[in-house]
């Protein structure tokens, strides 16, 4: 388990990379695991990292809508949502260690640091892809790549109905 400063550091240096210039792309290999009307969920294929315990992955959501939410300041409006997932692969569980709000900008709305209780892999959906990337390294079947891409140019084309074509 990280402590809550790795954790804030592993927030931070995301949050740094979403909110880049224009001009500059992540450093990341986007794949989208779920997409519908209301929001899409992707990972980078690079974030997986083991740990003796099993794996730890994050996933970035992407609101079609801002979301409402216990933001700083009050009334902003979250656009997307960071968040940190262990796996025990051995024991096929995992547990959400973080997540945190952003707006477009790149600014924290507001984070959660305090683990959630350890629950069963669902064998097919999000989860079990995660799980799959983080113990074995195998890319989802499900989905489609996006590829290096910016946060914020996601986020207008995804608003903007370029990705609707994968919506089922």
């Known amino acids: 388990m990280l402590s809550a400063r790795k954790l804030a ?5 995301m949050t740094m990379a979403a909110a880049a210039a224009p001009s500059a792309a992540l450093a990341a290999s986007y794949f989208v695991l779920t997409i519908d009307k209301s929001s899409l ?4 294929l690079r974030s997986p990292r083991l740990t003796k315990a099993g794996a730890q992955i994050y996933e970035l959501t992407i609101f079609r809508a801002p979301m409402k939410g216990r933001s700083k300041p009050a009334g902003k409006k979250g656009d997307y949502l ?3 997932t262990d796996f025990d692969c051995a024991k096929n569980k995992l547990q959400h260690q973080y997540s945190a709000a952003y707006d477009t900008g790149g600014n924290l709305l507001s984070s ?4 959630g209780p350890w629950t069963k892999v669902k064998p097919d959906g ?3 892809a995660l799980k799959a990337l983080g113990c074995t390294g195998a890319k ?8 290096d891409v910016r946060v914020g140019k996601a986020i207008a084309d995804y608003r903007a109905g370029l990705y609707d074509r994968y919506i089922h």
Request: hydrophobic fraction near 50%.
């Open 112 to 115: 959660a640091i305090k683990p």
């Open 9 to 13: 550091a592993a927030a931070a240096a």
């Open 126 to 128: 999000k989860d079990a």
């Open 140 to 147: 989802p079947s499900a989905g489609f790549p996006l590829g």
């Open 41 to 44: 969920t992707m990972t980078d």
């Open 82 to 84: 960071i968040v940190q």
